[in-house]
């Protein structure tokens, strides 16, 4: 069965410190991957995808993703964080013919002043 | 362009009842998915719609029902609520049904839920 995990529930980072987002997921084939951000009481916006090709794919606001097929990762960095950056993280795995996306269960990441 | 809409925003209903979620998806596309999102968890994809055709279901018992029109808009309908109903209710867009097209969902603000 298809599975994503995102190991770390919360994260606290400085402001203008680095960001690495783990994600992990468990799939035969090489999936669609994503990530998603959602701030409180809003839906998912996209942050970036993986299709195909290059395996380090960039994104809105500052963010990148690395594509690993031996560790089965697509972890999430940025450079220099910013506060407005605190929000819910998802990443997600696209299977299959049809838009079935599996989710993580998120990472929350706070940011300090 | 207008992005996915939802209407309601929120709702609040009692256990028993029925409720009718609504989504209009972004002009263009023709394939409609519903999203559960229950507090502190991921999404949890309950159907995919394309053509007003079911075309996907996740593990949801059948009080959840959905319908696709010809404009493209859909509709999530619950019966015989539960507290454990409570939730975000996500609608994503994508242009269409197979590789790439499908894969490129947009989400809509969600319809918030509560069952009391």
């Known amino acids: 069965a298809q599975s994503v995990t995102q190991p770390d529930i919360h994260i606290t980072v400085s402001e203008g410190a680095s960001l690495e987002l783990r994600c992990n997921y468990s799939y035969g084939a090489t999936p669609y991957l994503f990530w998603y951000v959602q701030s409180p009481g809003q839906g998912l916006q996209l942050l970036l995808k993986y299709f195909s090709g290059d395996t380090l794919v960039q994104g809105i606001k500052g963010f990148e993703a690395e594509f690993k097929r031996s560790q089965s990762s697509f972890n999430l960095r940025k450079p220099s964080v910013h506060w407005s950056d605190a929000a819910e993280y998802f990443c997600a795995v696209g299977v299959g013919n049809f838009n079935k996306f599996y989710f993580g269960s998120g990472t929350k990441l706070n940011v300090k002043p | 362009d207008a992005g996915v809409t939802q209407s309601p925003t929120h709702l609040i209903k009692t256990r028993g009842q029925h409720v009718t979620l609504r989504c209009s998806p972004i002009s263009g596309h023709k394939s409609v998915s519903w999203y559960q999102q229950v507090l502190g968890q991921g999404p949890q994809f309950i159907f995919q719609y394309y053509e007003k055709e079911e075309r996907g279901r996740g593990n949801f018992p059948d009080r959840f029902s959905a319908r696709q029109f010809p404009n493209y808009s859909s509709e999530l309908n619950v019966n015989a609520l539960l507290l454990g109903d409570s939730a975000l209710y996500l609608c994503?867009?994508?242009?269409?049904?197979?590789?790439?097209?499908?894969?490129?969902?947009?989400f809509g603000p969600g319809t918030r839920l509560l069952v009391l």
């Open positions: 994503a867009s994508s242009p269409g049904l197979l590789g790439k097209d499908a894969m490129s969902q947009y």
